[in-house]
């Protein structure tokens, strides 16, 4: 703050409306230009990596160049005026360069970026408060609420340019801060944008994260028919890859080297494991870097040993097709060190702590020398099992991830690692029981021990470790995942298509939905997508979605998996007998809607293999 | 204050060992404040992690953090020690502390938290102001997507540090923001030298067995540990096994172990006998259980008797839960319990 009160401009006609705001544009401003490196080493001890070495040149950014050239087409469209082009919307996993992208254009474009943060409320209604018993003295004026605070920031930002600096004729708004009650009531952001629309000139860039488990905020706040009707156009960033990732680090590390002297600089697989824990997210990365870096360098590699080991056997044995950006597992033989190592400086929670953990349990080592601890009575001979290495529950606490969470990996992946479809059953018995412990959603708290006991070593009691000999084997995020997500938004889509409708929602799946789209796909037309999504349903999904657990694709895999089910749909439904399909089709939208949107994680489908 | 209380400590141990100057250097405070780590260096468990943000401390700008691990492993314990170590005399002005147990709506990271990011506090160079959000986990999803702006827009004056148990209830956006540390539980020898560390400074009077007790009933959590004994200490004076799960009020696990030793040999009557024995202690159905669970995971039985208890456990602590807290669940439980091992003609 003291830095900033120096550097304080006056960037817009309401910033004095919130002090925030005005902060957070010079931010903007003053951090993202580090001409000279002496100013740098200054602010160096004060500043986060992500901050200090932020990109400033297109060339800096870790952004795939086709995505910087669409949002950079739309900027140049946007500004020569062509109609329909005020809105955009950005959206992506979290650290992929959504805002930086952004940023970098602007600035090279010459726009005036401003950004809407929510202002701190002085004023605060209490819930339990009865409006009307409350005395409001005569004259006194309510304070504005958010909607209309916010409202009253877009109208003028977009309407007018800049006094002070006149050279940036037009004004960019950045909203990625998005006030919370547009979050619960949408109808109310669309309100003021269709207002914006008839009104303002400026352009307006909206950014939305994306997440994994949840339902993405893009569909709620912008459904598909109000994209249509702002004409707004929807760029998805993804996941950033890990060769460029790597670049970027190496930026960092560069201009790090230049303006504090030579500093070590760690080694290339160091860097790359850490690039491998990030999973695509160029922030987390440089946070982890920031935090790597700071020790000797050369422990740095050891805290990643772990990780290195495998990184190097999958390099030694490159694969077809997919690269050593796959992550392969080796048979964990590491001891707990290397455990522990890697739990000590993670990323995000991504792919590669998980492996381990899996690996531990679904490869399940025994120890051959020992020889067998308890002998089990004659008739239960077939059950006895050398020791077993690892010790299931610290496998499980050294996780620090729920047990239903835990047990839809273990479910995803397990298939391949058991020989006979004897083991299959037993191991899978042990999971249903697991499951019906973590039925009961109001003490799971108390059963997760349970359930994950249960399950892992359900799972490593069933293996008899014939199967070792596949030695490499990919692990897989669990569908369900984005089954889950898709479910939700493809309802959430119905419940707004047919909102008109009376009937319930079993009916409208059932009944409605598939006659529609059968009509509408004999009549030839029906561009309609969720119809044709939910009343076409085919087997077309489990085919689709191998999604390789840390790998970059991983994360983009997610909204491509949607493009890629359309088209399936679009190619093979013609040919496909329907009526065979019918059942299995209503079968599966049954299912569906049962499962409620409550965000428990239960095994639901079955992945055939 | 301590010196005029002692005459009044009655109940204070009149063990031998005991003499006057602990007891006044005892006071009453809780032993997990007064035994909380300061520096770095007292921190038990996690090293690695430990020294690296020593390290942070000394060289000042750590980025955003988030400690992520079990209950009692010390995780607010390093935060704490961390933001001493950056802010040293300011650590008053310059720390926003919150927790569970504030009021954390999104109104509290609108207000709240911004306000403060947005105060001007005169700290040393280099120096950030620190906001704790322990049990960060517990925040509801709006605040956490409210406080992510937040956490760059202050990032030049401001630093957060949050404290969770499991991470995967932190938004991702959040999760990008910070460098994840991930602890892991104690282990029994680092509760136990840190008890025993406790027991020498205290100078209590303890038996091994009561040490070790402790060290059960903590399970890795260091603040259970320095809990029951300080109530052990305090309540009963001496620290065996038998006081210590007197205070704790749990069956005592050699009893549990035995009665599982017995349903291993099919010895359903000598299991049922301590069973039978627990219950009219009077301890409740629940903690009977869960004291089960926990022993039978730490008794030394075939890889596939254990997996079948666990199963069989699991069960009837569901059906307890669901209120069928009788002890003929128990007993059910014993007797499915000993049917494990029989051949299955007898069985059916």
């Given at each position: 703050m003291a830095l900033k009160g120096s550097k304080r401009?006056?960037?817009?006609?309401?910033?004095?409306?919130?002090?925030d705001f005005e902060v957070s544009s010079s931010t903007a401003q003053t951090k993202r230009r580090p001409k000279g490196s002496g100013k740098k080493s200054a602010k160096g001890g004060l500043s986060l990596w992500v901050d200090l070495y932020a990109p400033t040149k297109r060339d800096d950014l870790a952004v795939h160049k086709k995505k910087i050239e669409e949002v950079e087409t739309w900027i140049v469209e946007a500004m020569s005026g062509i109609?329909?082009?005020q809105f955009l919307l950005l959206s992506g996993?979290?650290?992929?360069?959504k805002s930086a992208t952004m940023r970098v254009l602007a600035r090279e474009a010459g726009l005036n970026l401003i950004e809407w943060i929510n202002p701190t409320s002085s004023y605060y209604v209490s819930v339990f408060e009865d409006e009307e018993s409350k005395w409001i003295p005569e004259g006194y004026i309510m304070p504005p609420t958010q909607i209309e605070v916010f409202q009253e920031f877009f109208l003028r930002t977009c309407k007018y340019s800049s006094v002070c600096e006149p050279s940036k004729k037009n004004n960019l708004v950045l909203i990625?801060?998005?006030?919370?009650v547009f979050l619960r009531d949408p109808s109310s952001l669309h309100t003021v944008l269709r207002k914006f629309r008839n009104v303002g000139s400026g352009l307006v860039v909206f950014i939305v994260t994306d997440t994994t488990?949840?339902?993405?905020s893009v569909k709620t706040l912008f459904p598909a028919d109000i994209q249509q009707e702002l004409s707004m156009i929807h760029i998805q960033f993804n996941a950033i890859a890990n060769s460029i990732l790597l670049k970027a680090l190496n930026r960092i590390l560069g201009m790090k080297s230049m303006c504090e002297g030579s500093g070590p600089i760690p080694s290339r697989e160091a860097l790359e494991s850490l690039i491998e824990a990030s999973g695509g997210d160029v922030r987390s990365s440089v946070n982890a870097l920031q935090f790597a870096v700071k020790k000797d360098v050369r422990q740095l590699s050891e805290l990643f040993s772990g990780t290195r080991k495998s990184k190097r056997l999958s390099k030694s044995k490159p694969r077809n097709g997919?690269?050593?950006?796959?992550v392969l597992l080796q048979?964990?033989?590491?001891?707990?060190d290397d455990f522990g190592g890697l739990a000590a400086v993670g990323g995000k929670d991504t792919a590669l702590f998980l492996f381990r953990a899996l690996g531990k349990i679904l490869y399940?080592?025994?120890?051959?020398?020992?020889?067998?601890m308890d002998p089990l009575p004659k008739h239960l001979k077939a059950h006895e099992r050398m020791?077993?290495?690892?010790n299931a529950e610290e496998v499980y606490e050294k996780m620090a991830m729920g047990a239903s969470t835990l047990n839809t990996f273990l479910h995803q992946n397990m298939?391949?690692?058991?020989?006979d479809i004897d083991s299959v059953s037993q191991a899978l018995h042990y999971m249903t029981d697991a499951d019906v412990l973590a039925s009961e959603w109001t003490d799971r708290g108390v059963l997760e021990d349970y359930v994950a006991s249960v399950s892992v070593r359900g799972l490593m009691h069933a293996?008899?470790?014939?199967?070792?000999?596949?030695g490499l084997r990919t692990f897989t995020r669990p569908q369900w995942f984005s089954v889950h997500k898709q479910h939700q938004e493809q309802l959430s889509a119905l419940k707004y298509d047919y909102?008109?409708?009376?009937?319930s929602l079993e009916e409208l799946t059932t009944v409605l939905v598939p006659l529609k789209a059968k009509v509408d796909a004999a009549r030839g037309k029906g561009n309609f997508t969720v119809t044709r999504d939910v009343g076409l349903f085919t087997h077309s999904f489990s085919k689709s979605t191998a999604e390789r657990l840390g790998e970059h694709d991983a994360h983009n895999g997610l909204p491509e998996m949607d493009e890629e089910l359309c088209l399936g749909m679009t190619k093979d439904d013609d040919e496909i007998s329907r009526n065979a399909l019918q059942s299995n089709e209503e079968l599966a939208d049954d299912n569906f809607s049962n499962d409620?949107?409550?965000?428990d994680f239960r095994i639901d489908e079955f992945p055939d293999d | 204050m301590a010196d005029s209380a002692n005459p009044m400590e009655?109940?204070?141990?009149?063990?031998?060992?005991?003499?006057q100057t602990s007891a006044s250097k005892t006071g009453h405070g809780p032993w997990i404040e007064k035994y909380r780590?300061?520096?770095?260096?007292?921190?038990?468990?996690?090293e690695e992690t430990v020294a690296r943000l020593e390290v942070f401390a000394k060289q000042g700008n750590v980025p955003n953090i988030i400690i992520a691990g079990p209950?009692?492993?010390g995780k607010t314990t390093t935060i704490l020690c961390l933001a001493r170590a950056l802010l040293g005399p300011s650590f008053r002005e310059g720390v926003l502390e919150l927790n569970?147990?504030?009021?954390?709506g999104i109104d509290v990271v609108r207000n709240k938290i911004k306000m403060f990011a947005q105060q001007k506090v005169t700290l040393p160079k280099g120096c950030h102001k620190i906001i704790i959000l322990d049990?960060?986990?517990?925040?509801t999803e709006g605040a956490q997507q409210a406080l992510r702006r937040t956490m760059e827009i202050y990032s030049s004056t401001t630093r957060f540090a949050l404290a969770c148990n499991?991470?995967?209830?932190?938004i991702e956006p959040i999760q990008s923001r910070c460098a994840m540390l991930r602890y892991s539980k104690l282990s029994d020898s680092q509760v136990l030298r840190k008890v025993l560390d406790v027991c020498a400074k205290e100078n209590l009077s303890y038996t091994e067995d009561g040490i070790e007790a402790i060290v059960f009933t903590a399970q890795g959590d260091m603040r259970q540990a320095l809990n029951n004994l300080q109530s052990t200490a305090q309540g009963l004076g001496h620290v065996s096994s038998e006081n210590v799960f007197k205070v704790c009020d749990e069956p005592h696990p050699l009893l549990v172990k035995e009665m599982l030793q017995h349903c291993v040999k099919t010895n359903f009557d000598e299991a049922y006998k301590i069973l039978a024995h627990l219950w009219k202690m009077g301890y409740a159905t629940e903690d009977i259980i869960s004291n089960i669970f926990r022993v039978c995971k730490n008794t030394p039985m075939a890889e596939y008797m254990k997996l079948e208890f666990i199963k069989e456990i699991g069960y009837t602590h569901l059906r307890i839960i669901q209120g069928t807290s009788s002890l003929l669940q128990l007993s059910g439980l014993l007797a499915r319990l000993c049917s494990k091992s029989l051949e299955s003609s007898l069985v059916s």
């Open positions: 401009k006056l960037t817009g006609w309401v910033t004095p409306s919130f002090d109609r329909g082009r996993p979290s650290g992929c360069g990625e801060d998005f006030p919370n488990y949840r339902q993405s997919s690269k050593s950006s796959t048979e964990p033989q590491g001891s707990q399940c080592k025994r120890d051959t020398e020992m020889g067998i020791p077993v290495l690892e298939t391949p690692f058991y020989a293996n008899k470790g014939s199967v070792s000999s596949g909102r008109n409708s009376f009937l409620d949107a409550d965000e | 009655t109940d204070q141990p009149s063990t031998s060992r005991q003499n780590p300061i520096l770095f260096t007292d921190i038990v468990g996690n209950p009692g492993v569970a147990s504030n009021d954390r049990e960060a986990d517990s925040m499991s991470s995967e209830k932190i």
